[in-house]
Every structure is written in C-alpha cells, then in structure tokens.
C-alpha cells in the first residue's frame, strides 16, 4: 500500500515532491527529508516537531505539503481549554506555512480519536471559566471548518461529541474498520444540547434529516453506520487508515489551491458567519446553559457513570 501511495504521489506532486520520493519509499523518503530539511516559518530545522507540552504532535512534511497533527492527551484525547488553544495555535502556524497545504488530524493513541471536549472543564468552575473555554471551542471550529488547507480526519479510535466536530470540521474522513469504534454527536445523552453550528455542520454533511434523527438520539455511529449515513466518507482495515489519509490527501492536493479552496470558502461561509455574527451570544447562551443546576448535575452523573463503568 505504502509504494501504491508514493506513485500516487508521484503522479500528483511535481517538482521537489517527485524527486524525494525517487527512493520509491515514501517513509524513508521523508524521513530523510526531516533530517535535511531548512528551517521554515514557525516549524524549526528538522521540520518534525513534538510539542509534548501541547499534547499536540506535529510533523511537517515541507515536500509533500503536508502536515499531521496527531493528538496526544491521554487517556482519551479530550479537548481541554489548554488543548484546544495550542490546536489554534498550531493551525495558525500551518496556516501561515507557505509550503503546507494539507492536514492529517489523528491521534496518537490507538482505540481513541478524542473523546470530545473535556467534560471537567464545563462544570464545577466560574463563568468566567466556561466563557473562556466556549471561546476556545468556538475559535477552533472556525479555524478548523474554514482551513485553507485541506483537512482529513483519519478517525483512529472513537470519536464522540466534540470529537466527531473535529472530524466533521475537516474536508474528508477516513475511518477504521472497528466495530468497537463508534463516532457521532451524543450530547442529549449527557443532557446537554449540541449548539447551532455543531448541528448546521453536521446537517451540511449528512443533511437535515439525517441529523435530526441522530441528534435527538445522540446516536453514536459504528464505523459501517457512520459510512452508510455519511458521517465519515470511507471506511478501511485499521492498520491501512494513514496510507489510506495520504493517497485521498494527494488527489485533493491535485486540485488547484485557489479553486479549491474558493469553493470551500463558498460552501462554507454562510455557515460561519451565522456563527460570527452572534458569536458573544453564543458564548452568554453557552454559560447560562451549563451554569444551570440541572444540567451540571447531569454531567456531574455522566462522569460519576463513566467512572463507575470501569468498577
Ligand atoms: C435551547 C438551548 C440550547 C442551549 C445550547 C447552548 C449551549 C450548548 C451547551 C453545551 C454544549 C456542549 C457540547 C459538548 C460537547 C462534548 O464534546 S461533551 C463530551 C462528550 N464525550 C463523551 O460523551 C465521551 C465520554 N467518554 C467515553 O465514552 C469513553 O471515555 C471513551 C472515549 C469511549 C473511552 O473509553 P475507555 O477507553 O473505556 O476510557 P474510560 O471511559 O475509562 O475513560 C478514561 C478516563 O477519561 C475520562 N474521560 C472520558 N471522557 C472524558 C471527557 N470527554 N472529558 C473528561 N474526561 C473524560 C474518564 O472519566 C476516565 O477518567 P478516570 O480514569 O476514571 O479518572
């Protein structure tokens, strides 16, 4: 799989691409690219980069254009306020990467792609917490949804909430064949509401009808389910997910930049802007929600009852 994939490459990439992957083998291609690479805006010299401190794991791959960021805050990769903001972090300094065009977001922990966003962040804490935290969550999906780059979620492991939001946020996904893997927007079985664009994001992907079902039921999908409704748009052996991110990766980056991602920017942005125009008010809506009583002892109990699964 992984020559098919150089030679797709190959095929795709002119130039510098073409003559790195002349080795006919793309990982000790770019491999040996990482250790000679220069140094370049904001990734340093050898243009493979962990940022243990981020929990975030980034390697650039300056040839190919591609970058992958795998997430890396075990047990189960939930999205603290201190994730979500080294994520803006480094999708700006993607962003700003001349030579990258393309994202792979994994994670770096088998069985788990992110378990959504950190529950302990949304109760128990002051207002001022959650405000700033809802900002986090909003700031990255707009960073994310609106990517200049094309995005793929090779969905590793399973990815409910604000989990399957990442990978909905992306052009593409690609998920492993597991049946123990599920993925979807389950927020009502917490007792809690997935927001308007949590909802208007899934609608654009598997439409109105769809969402409305799986919303209400905060159904989480299997991997073939998720493929039949369209949540996710292949599904393949476990171990075949990277290679598999790699060659979709190559025919989306065939596809000139400009045209590309003008007609993301088109299909897109009438859903963000619904987002930025009442941005403050989704965050005051966000605090007054969570601050209730009875919804902070629901996710009191929800945690209490993952907790008590494992006893
Ligand atoms: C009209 C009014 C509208 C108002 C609307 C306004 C605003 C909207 C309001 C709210 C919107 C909020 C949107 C929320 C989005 C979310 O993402 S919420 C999070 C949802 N996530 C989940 O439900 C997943 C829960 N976790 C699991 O199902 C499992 O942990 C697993 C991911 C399948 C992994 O299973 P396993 O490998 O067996 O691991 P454990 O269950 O043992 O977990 C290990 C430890 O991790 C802790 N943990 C798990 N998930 C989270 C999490 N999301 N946050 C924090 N911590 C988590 C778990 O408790 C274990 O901890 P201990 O080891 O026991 O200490």
Redesign the pocket.
């Known amino acids: 799989m992984a020559l098919r994939v150089v030679s797709v490459l190959k095929r795709r990439l002119g130039g510098p691409g073409q003559k790195l992957l002349r080795s006919g083998n793309l990982l000790s291609a770019t491999q040996h690219r990482w250790e000679k690479m220069p140094s370049s805006v904001g990734f340093p010299v050898t243009s493979r980069r962990s940022f243990s401190k981020t929990a975030l794991i980034v390697d650039v791959d300056h040839n190919l254009g591609i970058a992958t960021m795998k997430m890396n805050n075990p ?2 990769n ?2 603290s306020l201190e994730l979500l903001t080294n994520f803006v972090i480094d999708l700006e300094k993607l962003e700003n990467e001349k030579r990258c065009r393309g994202l792979i977001i994994t994670s770096a922990s088998p ?2 792609f992110s ?6 962040e ?1 109760y128990g804490k002051s207002s001022a917490h959650y405000a700033e935290f809802w900002k986090a969550v909003q700031e990255l999906w707009l960073k994310l949804y609106m990517s200049n780059m094309v995005v793929i979620a090779a969905i590793n492991g ?1 990815s ?4 399957c939001l990442i990978s909905l946020a992306g052009d593409y996904r690609i998920m492993a064949d597991n049946p123990k893997y599920t993925i979807g927007l ?2 009502t ?2 007792g ?4 308007f664009w ?1 909802k208007d994001t899934l609608v654009n992907t598997i439409g109105n009808r769809a969402s409305e079902h799986a919303l209400q039921l905060g159904l989480l999908f299997s991997p073939t389910d998720a493929l039949r409704v369209g949540i996710v748009d292949q599904v393949v052996p476990e171990d075949k997910v990277q290679d598999t991110a790699l060659n979709v990766m190559s025919r989306w980056l065939s596809i000139p930049d400009h045209a590309r991602q003008l007609t993301k920017t088109m299909m897109r942005k009438p859903t963000v802007d619904r987002l930025l125009k009442q941005r403050e008010a989704d965050i005051k ?2 605090v007054s ?2 601050s209730r009583d009875s919804i902070q002892k629901s996710l009191h109990m929800y ?1 209490k009852h ?2 008590e ?2 006893e």
């Open positions: 047990p189960v939930s999205l069985k788990i378990a959504g966003l950190d529950i302990t949304m399973s409910p909430a604000g989990g389950n927020e079985l917490l809690i509401v997935a927001p949590f809506n966000f929600f969570i945690m993952l907790k699964r494992k």
